[in-house]
């Protein structure tokens, strides 16, 4: 078997990653050990603060005040062969849905403030300007028996999440979250994140929107007859992306990589999104430490995806829509943790006793 692991010479490069500052992420776990609380007693609420203080360079951090979901919508050849419980054609329904406020992204970002983008990177429709700037193609293709994209189209994919996460970081977003639309996609998420974890078909594969069972062997099958044509590229994010991607998982693990080297974090999503996440720590090292996964979807593959980037998620609520609304319904929680380093007063502040007084005066008590 031969292995492309070079990836410079499949021309796709991303600027360096910093790690998030440990110096703040140690301040930042100190000072929770001041605050108004016995210690430890907000749990991870604590670490996720600290995480949040070393992205952003400064302790105590700030809540974020400009969350922003970018939703990318992409067709898939193969959901024309019966892998889903739902019409392909519903991918540029739910884009005009999105757009008018009406899904379920729209109403859980209006509960934390979120700004929601929807991008048509490869619906096999035409749709509305406004949100077809970055489009790559109509539909990818069929992974099963064909590439999904060529090389060209792949760069491009890749180069337009580039340039989405860069316009939204200029534009103030100080936390990003991506979330996905697309009838099909679980298969070729399943097989990027199989790919890179030597995963057999039957392991990870799910039933994404609700296939029944004879849509679930079909899925199953085409799996394994893309697993085989992918393998070869394990080491090669471009040729990944190209063979057994599309141009939405493309351009999403293009905006993960820059969201990390913009030193911007990112609440993760579901499958989709996660399998677009490994390509992109191949694509820019290090990104990961950018990145919290907001929940863990019921999707078999997403568990093996969390556990090879060692993202623990926040959430667990049985959740599989995508969207990006397993990462909004974490929001919250990240928001209040990032509250309480941030805001709380401090024992010294608020003139209350530690538990070391407790100790001193038992001592005193005793002697
Ligand atoms: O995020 C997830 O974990 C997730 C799990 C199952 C389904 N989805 C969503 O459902 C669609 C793909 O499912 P399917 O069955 O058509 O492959 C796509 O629009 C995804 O946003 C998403
Ligand atoms: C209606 C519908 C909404 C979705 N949102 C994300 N994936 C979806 C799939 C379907 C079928």
């Known amino acids: 078997m031969t292995t492309d692991s070079n990836s410079t010479s499949e021309s796709v490069t991303f600027g360096p990653v910093v790690t998030p500052s440990v110096r703040v992420r140690l301040a930042a776990a100190d000072r929770q050990t001041q605050l108004t609380k016995p210690a430890g007693s907000l749990g991870r609420l604590e670490a996720l603060s600290a995480w949040v203080a070393a992205c952003q360079g400064e302790c105590p951090p700030h809540v974020f005040a400009r969350p922003r979901v970018v939703v990318f919508a992409g067709d898939h050849g193969i959901a024309r062969h019966g892998v889903s419980a739902y019409p392909a054609e519903v991918t540029a329904q739910m884009v005009a849905n999105i757009t008018a406020g009406g899904a379920a992204v729209n109403a859980l970002a209006a509960t934390c403030g979120a700004g929601v983008r929807v991008v048509d990177i490869s619906v096999d429709a035409h749709t509305d300007p406004t949100v077809s700037q970055y489009k790559i193609r109509r539909s990818s293709g069929a992974i099963d028996r064909e590439d999904a994209l060529t090389h060209d189209e792949t ?213």
């Open 155 to 367: 760069v491009r994919a890749i180069d337009a999440g580039r340039a989405i996460a860069d316009a939204e970081v200029d534009e103030g977003a100080d936390l990003l979250i991506a979330g996905e639309m697309g009838i099909g996609n679980t298969t070729p998420a399943t097989v990027l994140i199989a790919a890179l974890t030597d995963t057999e078909p039957v392991a990870a594969v799910g039933r994404g929107t609700g296939v029944d069972d004879a849509g679930w062997s079909r899925k199953t099958a085409a799996i394994r007859d893309a697993l085989r044509r992918v393998r070869p590229h394990a080491n090669a994010p471009v040729a990944l992306l190209r063979t057994a991607g599309g141009a939405d998982l493309a351009a999403m693990a293009g905006f993960l990589a820059q969201a990390a080297v913009r030193r911007t974090p990112v609440i993760v999503d579901g499958v989709v999104v996660t399998a677009a996440a490994m390509v992109a720590e191949q694509l820019a090292p290090g990104a990961r430490d950018w990145w919290v996964a907001g929940h863990r979807s019921t999707e078999p593959a997403h568990s093996v995806a969390l556990r090879q980037l060692q993202l623990d998620p926040i959430l667990d609520l049985g959740m599989r829509l995508g969207e990006g609304s397993g990462a909004l319904a974490a929001f919250p929680v990240l928001q209040g943790a990032v509250a309480t380093l941030a805001n709380m007063a401090t024992f010294a502040d608020a003139g209350v006793s530690t538990g070391d007084d407790a100790t001193a005066a038992d001592a005193t008590a005793t002697d």
